[in-house]
């Protein structure tokens, strides 16, 4: 029971323009969704994250949009740059008072060409 | 400051052997959780440790075990290795149990053979 799904396992994008990465979820219990970056041999290392009150949260390049009726996340990056060319997670926390835990996608991976 | 290291980086065991993942986090972080990331899939949820106690455990069988030192650094113990628990093992810290976001480490490559 796949909780978080990415959908596409890989997204080719020029530099310059717009990449926009996907997320669907089905626990309507997740409290807060995070996008990871993840190069070769590295940790995941965060890199944005929206509230479950919220639609939209943005930083710089990256801007995070939620959907909640249709439980779909995206995360757009604009303008793309060869260096944003990694693996992508989305996540999703559940949360109690005293504990939580992610449910991570399987992975988009971002290829940005010159 | 130092970011959350893992230790070692790389291992290969045989089928049946134990092993023990080392972890230390950002300093000031309380809270340590670790996750299994399978090749081509998404890091799975383990353990979560907050002031030495388990705040929270995912769906792993018991051969898997951790603790958590005064020092807040962390162990992970796998019992009676498997095929497939050949996985890279991330470690991640955080202030609390109930952050924001976490911090990962570059994680620990097991191999089974």
């Known amino acids: 029971d796949q909780q978080v799904k990415q959908n596409s396992p890989s997204l080719s994008v020029q530099e310059g323009r717009i990449s926009i990465l996907n997320c669907d979820y089905t626990?309507?219990?997740?409290?807060?969704f995070l996008w990871y970056k993840k190069y070769p041999a590295e940790g995941p290392t965060f890199l944005i994250s929206?509230?479950?009150?919220?639609d939209k949260n943005e930083d710089g390049r990256f801007t995070v949009f939620l959907n909640k009726s249709a439980k779909h996340l995206s995360l757009h990056i604009v303008p793309s740059q060869p260096g944003d060319s990694a693996v992508y997670f989305c996540a999703a926390r559940i949360s109690t008072g005293t504990a939580s835990k992610l449910t991570f996608g399987t992975g988009t991976r971002l290829q940005v060409t010159l | 400051d130092a970011g959350v290291t893992q230790s070692p980086t790389h291992l290969i065991k045989t089928r049946g052997q134990h092993v023990t993942l080392r972890c230390s986090p950002i300093?000031?972080?309380?809270?340590v959780s670790w996750y299994q990331q399978v090749l081509g899939q998404g890091p799975q949820f383990i353990f979560q440790y907050y002031e030495k106690e388990e705040r929270g455990r995912g769906n792993f069988p018991d051969r898997f075990s951790a603790r958590q030192f005064p020092n807040y650094s962390s162990e992970l113990n796998v019992n009676a290795l498997l095929l497939g628990d050949s996985a890279l093992y991330l470690c991640a810290s955080s202030q609390w149990t109930v952050n924001e976001k976490l911090f990962f480490g570059s994680g620990t490559q097991l191999s089974v053979l």
């Open positions: 300093s000031g972080h309380k809270s």
């Open positions: 626990n309507s219990m997740f409290d807060y």
């Open positions: 929206i509230s479950s009150i919220k």
